[in-house]
């Protein structure tokens, strides 16, 4: 009867190590690299920043502050829809199966190459797979900056202008800056052709809390820095230094920085259509499989 009983032990015993030696061949199996979920995305893409803008004449003047030969520019842009097409680069980090943090920049150019911006773009997602297919929801923060090229000019009576401090000799660079805060609900559509490469399209509208307006001017100074190169300068003038700037937009006085007669804001739509590629940026979380 013992010899029964230990032989009854016995038989447990080898069968519980065989299942438990099988589950460990199945938990192995389960957890390779190939399969390991990718927790990092990079993607490229073409982008269309389209900006709530309406078509526009600007026409401006300026006198520098040279009291003893004071000078002066003058000039006229006209403007079309500020929108700017470009290229976006992405970054996603899985931190959950589902959640997903996103980085976005845009650089995109418009106005026949005369109005440059840039859009970063930081938010959380949530994604959700029917298939091939994987739909993500999501909601960033943004800063957007913007700069249009209104000419360069020459001095007419002398060869430089004083601005501020600054000497500055040959052109003199005019340009429009804007800079804007955003919040932005997003959709992103993603189609996967192969475990590590996907083509998406994504569309975020945003939506302008806080931007500012001013006027940079620029250029060669009469400066060198200890490597025998010239320094260049770029000073910032506000609207409201009526004595030597003077800007109008359709024919409406520009006089503070958050002007109602702007010709655009920064409420916009950004389109992107790409690739994106995935892969691990770490170990996996189940590597202690791997070392054992």
Do not use: C
């Amino acid at each position: 009867m013992k010899s029964q009983n230990y032989l009854l032990i016995l038989s447990f015993l080898f069968l519980f190590s065989a299942a438990q030696a099988q589950e460990n061949e199945e938990t192995n199996e389960e957890y390779t690299e190939e399969d390991a979920p990718l927790n990092t995305f990079l993607r490229l893409s073409t982008s269309l920043f389209m900006v709530n803008s309406s078509p526009a004449e600007i026409d401006f003047a300026f006198w520098d502050d040279d009291l003893v030969d004071n000078d002066s520019i003058s000039g006229s842009r006209t403007t079309d829809n500020l929108w700017t097409y470009g290229l976006n680069f992405g970054l996603g980090f899985l931190i959950e199966p589902d959640w997903v943090i996103n980085i976005d920049t845009h650089l995109g150019w418009g106005n026949k190459g005369r109005f440059f911006n840039y859009v970063g773009q930081f938010g959380l997602g949530k994604e959700f797979k029917f298939g091939s297919v994987y739909i993500q929801p999501s909601l960033s923060l943004g800063y957007i900056y913007s700069s249009l090229n209104l000419g360069d000019y020459e001095s007419d009576t002398k060869n430089y202008f004083q601005v501020n401090d600054s000497y500055i000799f040959d052109d003199l660079s005019v340009h429009l800056k804007s800079r804007a805060a955003t919040i932005s609900p997003a959709v992103f559509i993603e189609y996967s052709i192969r475990r590590e490469l996907s083509i998406f399209v994504k569309v975020s509208i945003n939506y302008t809390f806080w931007d500012t307006h001013f006027i940079t001017l620029g250029g060669e100074t009469d400066e060198v820095n200890a490597d025998g190169e010239t320094i260049s300068a770029n000073e910032r003038i506000d609207f409201t230094e009526r004595n030597r700037l003077v800007f109008n937009v359709n024919n409406q006085p520009i006089v503070d920085k958050k002007s109602p007669y702007f010709h655009y804001n920064f409420n916009s739509t950004l389109i992107q259509v790409g690739l994106s590629f995935a892969f691990n940026m770490h170990e996996s979380r189940n590597s202690e499989y791997y070392d054992e």
